[in-house]
C-alpha cells in the first residue's frame, strides 16, 4: 500500500482585489487587482502559472450599508463562479468556502472577482476582497 499527501503538492495562495467607493446597480462587475502598496492597479485578474483549484473568498468593508445587497463572486476567465460566493447585506466583513474540486482552474487561465449590487447604499464603502486558491506545483 502506498500513501501520498495530495495536499503537499499545492500551495495556498491569496489573490487581492479592491473597489473604492462601491456604487450601486452593477452587475457583474470585474474587480480591480492590488499590489504590495495597497494600490489597485487596472489589471482584472491574475493569470496562473499552474492548475489548482479556488477554494475561498474573503471580503472586508471598510463602512457597513443599511440596505441593498453586495454580492461577490470569484471567477475563471471573467466568467462568475456559483461557488464560492460571498453577500453582504449589513456586515463589513464575510467569508465563503468551497470543497477542492468545486472550482478548478487550468494553467493559463485568469482568476478574478466580480461583484454585483441591489439597491446597496454602502457607495462611500471601500471593498477588499481575497480570492483563495491552490496551486499545484508538483514537479518544479
Not at 10 to 20: E, K, R, S, T
Not at 53 to 77: C, E, F, H, K, P
Not at 85 to 93: K, L
Not at 96 to 121: E, L
Amino acid at each position: 500500500m502506498r500513501l501520498t499527501n495530495d495536499l503537499s503538492r499545492y500551495q495556498l495562495v491569496p489573490l487581492y482585489f479592491a473597489q473604492d467607493a462601491v456604487a450601486d446597480s452593477q452587475t457583474d462587475a470585474a474587480l480591480y487587482t492590488v499590489d504590495a502598496n495597497n494600490s489597485t492597479n487596472l489589471n482584472v485578474g491574475y493569470t496562473m502559472p499552474w492548475e489548482g483549484y479556488i477554494l475561498a473568498i474573503s471580503a472586508n468593508l471598510n463602512a457597513a450599508a443599511s440596505t441593498g445587497t453586495l454580492v461577490i463572486d470569484a471567477s475563471v476567465n471573467a466568467t462568475p463562479l456559483a461557488d464560492p460566493s460571498v453577500s453582504i447585506s449589513t456586515e463589513t466583513e464575510k467569508s465563503d468556502y468551497c470543497n477542492r474540486n468545486t472550482a478548478h482552474f487550468d494553467a493559463d487561465d485568469v482568476i478574478g472577482a466580480s461583484i454585483t449590487t441591489a439597491s446597496w447604499n454602502g457607495t462611500s464603502s471601500d471593498l477588499g476582497v481575497i480570492v483563495w486558491v491552490a496551486l499545484k506545483i508538483s514537479g518544479i
